[in-house]
């Protein structure tokens, strides 16, 4: 490859960072804007931010978004291993072919179809519709996530291993906790912060599955968005370095946890 080539491609690959990032930082900087014009800075201030923070609407949105989250993730986790386990586990290949064929249609399917599809479902069983209506949508479009991050793992592990556990005198449930789980644990893990993120950013169907009053914050920054309010760029900043926070954590504690085991 000669000289001229490489540098093409590394400006190519530079241009497509800045397509990137470019519009997250533009975010950030104006989170910090001195005025109230959304298209030019004028000065340094925090007030956006201290705006947001005493607007109760968006705390409480702030907070819904967190726990509905945290929730999702832990019961989509739960959910996506014992399916995903199960489903390994099966020994009719046509059997395994549907079920897997069947985790795939809801992630396959256009988001606003599924919102739909939930929001007459919820309404013909008469569920007024609320942060457990969320939950519950939320919960169904994650778990197929958690299955397709577990499976990946469990077709990489020795096929005797559970019967070896079992042959030692372990339980099912001991040979499952004990020397799968830790085996898959970096699919469960990735599998629960994909919910986690899902839960965390989904607009469409929170949109049509909520009640009056019970917003995220993906509802309240389209509900904010319809009229200049430049608290939306502090909002979008906070969300923004929370997921920064949460996939440096997640990419290094496994990268610090092996250094300690090499030593050890």
């Known amino acids: 490859m000669s000289k001229k080539t490489s540098a093409i491609g590394k400006i190519y690959q530079a241009l497509i960072y800045v397509f990137l990032y470019a519009p997250i930082l533009v975010i950030g900087l104006f989170s910090f804007n001195g005025s109230a014009n959304t298209y030019m ?16 609407a968006a705390m409480h949105a702030l907070q819904n978004t967190v726990v509905l989250a945290l929730c999702t993730a832990a019961v989509s986790t739960l959910l996506g291993v014992m399916a995903a386990v199960g489903i390994f586990n099966s020994r009719h290949k046509l059997y395994k072919r549907s079920l897997m064929l069947m985790t795939n249609v809801p992630m396959m399917n256009p988001e606003i179809v599924t919102a739909i599809g939930l929001l007459m479902f919820f309404s013909s069983l008469g569920v007024n519709k609320g942060l457990t209506t969320m939950l519950l949508a939320h919960i169904m479009f994650c778990t197929p996530y958690v299955i397709l991050s577990v499976t990946p793992k469990l077709r990489s592990l020795d096929p005797n291993l559970a019967d070896a556990a079992l042959d030692l005198g372990a339980t099912p449930l001991q040979a499952l906790t004990k020397v799968i789980v830790p085996q898959i644990m970096p699919g469960i893990v ?8 899902m839960s965390f950013d989904d607009f469409v169907i929170s949109y049509f599955v909520t009640g009056n009053g019970v917003n995220n914050i993906s509802i309240l920054v389209y509900t904010m968005s319809k009229r ?20 440096i954590i997640v990419n290094v504690v496994p990268i610090i946890r092996e250094k300690r085991r090499t030593k050890a």
């Open 228 to 247: 200049v309010n430049p608290s939306i760029n502090a909002l979008s900043t906070l969300v923004i370095a929370l997921i920064t926070v949460v996939l």
């Open 190 to 197: 990735s599998g629960a912060l994909i919910a986690f993120t």
């Open 41 to 56: 800075l004028q000065g340094f201030s925090t007030h956006w931010y201290q705006e947001l923070f005493s607007n109760a």
